[in-house]
């Protein structure tokens, strides 16, 4: 693995549901199998789909395990934070409690 690393960065949509899984999945994959880190961008999310916050746990996981460079989520909205901790996955997705 180089020394370098990049990171590539993915700004999420206002509604990442079902329709949207498979797009998250391919990115995430993506960045992974590339060795490079991934900056989600979830500033404009406005709704989250159970499918997609399933492949943001995978994706975090899978990241971790590698060992290489992460996957991040950066600028969370509010309704973005709201729905990971009323299901109480801010620790699956890194993210600190409110």
Do not use: H
Request: hydrophobic share 45%; proline share 5%; with cysteine.
């Amino acid at each position: 693995m180089s020394s370098e690393t990049t990171n590539n960065s993915f700004t999420l949509p206002m509604v990442a549901d079902l329709t949207f899984a498979p797009i998250l999945k391919q990115r995430s994959e993506q960045a992974l199998a590339a060795g490079t880190g991934l900056v989600l961008d979830c500033s404009q999310m406005q709704r989250i789909g159970t499918p997609c916050l399933q492949i943001l746990i995978g994706a975090v996981d899978a990241f971790t395990r590698a060992g290489g460079p992460a996957l991040v989520i950066s600028n969370p909205s509010e309704v973005f934070l709201e729905a990971v901790s009323t299901l109480g996955l801010n620790g699956a997705l890194g993210l600190a409690k409110a």
